[in-house]
């Protein structure tokens, strides 16, 4: 296995725009979990899923933002009619099963919103 | 809210040098890991610490968590034009998810 996957790496899109990003993580892993990195910060937690339940969201998550994992194996993230502001890096990690376990990131996909 | 505190946010040195960069928080870290992040890419795991005073070598990086847990060092011994990064300090202070430090954004010069 060659570790996380996300794809497109890189999307640029008009405001107002819908744009949709997808994670594959580690096979066997259970949990998957999205962050999101501005220029100059560290990632910041957006939301968590064990298998295919989404068991947390965070405050950053507007009702624009929608995350599944269907099949608790690949993940999408939607971000409906896109603003300047979610122009960033979104990372996905994956990890075993356990919260003590590690998280393994992908690449990102860079997003600018124009 | 559990905040990481990176210090220094920036640090430019020439190759063969040693330095130390610093993570703290006000609270206690169930376990802290060290990340290396290149631009464009995501974060890679270089180490987790667990328990307090402990002490991990990986080649020219030493790591050490302080005793009350609640704050951690980086030191890289002769740095290498490949050791230019972003380095972030992460818990996940026993919840689900991770908090990052702002990272301290390292330029080795050669």
């Known amino acids: 296995d060659t570790g996380v996957s996300q794809d497109p790496r890189h999307k640029i899109t008009k405001r107002g725009q819908n744009v949709t990003f997808r994670c594959d993580p580690i096979?066997?892993?259970?949990?998957l979990y999205w962050y999101r990195q501005t220029l100059g910060q560290g990632p910041e937690f957006l939301t968590y899923?064990?298998?295919?339940?989404?068991?947390?969201k965070s405050r950053l998550l507007s009702d624009r933002f929608s995350a599944e994992r269907p099949k608790g194996s690949f993940s999408t993230l939607e971000i409906q009619r896109t603003e300047q502001g979610d122009s960033a890096m979104y990372l996905c990690?994956?990890?075993?099963?356990?919260?003590?376990?590690?998280?393994?990131f992908g690449p990102g996909t860079r997003l600018t919103v124009l | 809210t559990q905040l990481l505190e990176q210090s220094p946010q920036f640090l430019s040195i020439q190759e063969g040098e040693n330095l130390t960069v610093y993570c703290n928080s006000s609270?206690?870290?169930?376990?802290l890991q060290w990340y290396r992040q290149e631009p464009g890419e995501g974060p890679v795991l270089l180490v987790t610490?667990?328990?307090?005073?402990e002490v991990k070598k990986l080649k020219r990086l030493t790591f050490q968590f302080g005793d009350a847990r609640k704050d951690s060092s980086l030191h890289i011994t002769a740095a290498q034009p490949g050791d230019t990064g972003l380095y972030l300090c992460?818990?996940?202070?026993?919840?689900?998810?991770?908090?990052f430090g702002t990272g301290t954004r390292l330029t080795i010069i050669p």
């Open positions: 899923f064990q298998n295919e339940a989404q068991l947390e």
């Open positions: 992460a818990s996940n202070f026993g919840n689900e998810k991770l908090t």
């Open positions: 990690a994956s990890s075993l099963d356990r919260q003590t376990d590690t998280q393994y």
């Open positions: 609270s206690v870290f169930s376990s």
């Open positions: 096979s066997e892993h259970n949990r």
């Open positions: 610490v667990v328990t307090g005073g």
